[in-house]
């Protein structure tokens, strides 16, 4: 299976900590791409990696990329109670064409 | 307008029962994709059209019928379904299919197989 995998599992945290989720991957990638989706509704696109950056920021987003271990990390500051969701990583493998998602994390952030 | 829409949200079928899920983008986008996601698993690629052609099939059983009338709307059609089917079915649209493009996700349809 070319699926990434996605640890931890679940991650349950108190608003204003940090969260970080992290991607292992199989293949030689195009680019890595996070998205988020909320109790089983559609999934919303939160940043793109290409595989030749190091690191990307979107707000309170940050992504890292290592391409030589075939990992990232998403790296949430300041959580709210609104971040709440199951958060995946998707890669675009070079040649397919498509997206291959992670097995998600699923975070929890408590009042 | 950013937005793809599906309907129906929620589905209750018998596996003799023939019913069609409808996905609708106004975008422009040119390629759109059907998934399908098991509770608390990734979601999978079932199929992708590319201007209006199938490009991708996934090696999905034929009781599912992908079909794209027009670059605004996908259709999958549903014949015979089995229990195990019942999922989560997303639809997505992408400018186009190049591998930088960010892919727009609707609400989905929650189909439940009797």
């Known amino acids: 299976s070319q699926q990434g995998e996605e640890d931890p599992q679940a991650l349950s945290i108190q608003e204003g900590e940090n969260a970080t989720m992290n991607c292992s991957y199989k293949t030689s990638i195009n680019n890595l791409q996070w998205y988020r989706q909320n109790s089983g509704r559609g999934l919303v696109h939160l940043i793109l990696?290409?595989?030749?950056?190091r690191e990307k920021h979107s707000g309170r987003l940050r992504v890292t990329l290592d391409t030589s271990k075939k990992s990232s990390s998403l790296l949430i500051t300041a959580s709210r109670a609104a971040d709440t969701a199951s958060y995946f990583c998707?890669?675009?493998?070079?040649?397919?064409?498509?997206?291959?998602f992670g097995t998600g994390t699923r975070l929890l952030v408590s009042p | 307008d950013t937005e793809v829409t599906q309907t129906p949200k929620h589905l209750v079928m018998g596996m003799t029962n023939k019913k069609s899920l409808k996905c609708e983008q106004h975008m422009g986008h040119r390629a759109m994709y059907w998934y399908k996601q098991k509770a608390k698993k990734p979601p999978e690629l079932m199929f992708v059209?590319?201007?209006?052609?199938?490009?991708i099939n996934e090696s999905v059983p034929s009781r599912f019928s992908p079909e794209c009338p027009n670059s605004s709307l996908l259709n999958l059609h549903l014949h015979a379904l089995q229990p195990e089917d019942s999922a989560l079915y997303l639809c997505a649209s992408s400018q186009d299919r190049v591998p930088q493009e960010t892919q727009y996700f609707g609400p989905g349809t929650r189909l439940l197989v009797l």
């Open positions: 998707a890669t675009m493998n070079t040649g397919f064409q498509k997206l291959v």
């Open positions: 059209y590319s201007y209006e052609k199938l490009s």
């Open positions: 990696i290409r595989s030749n950056e």
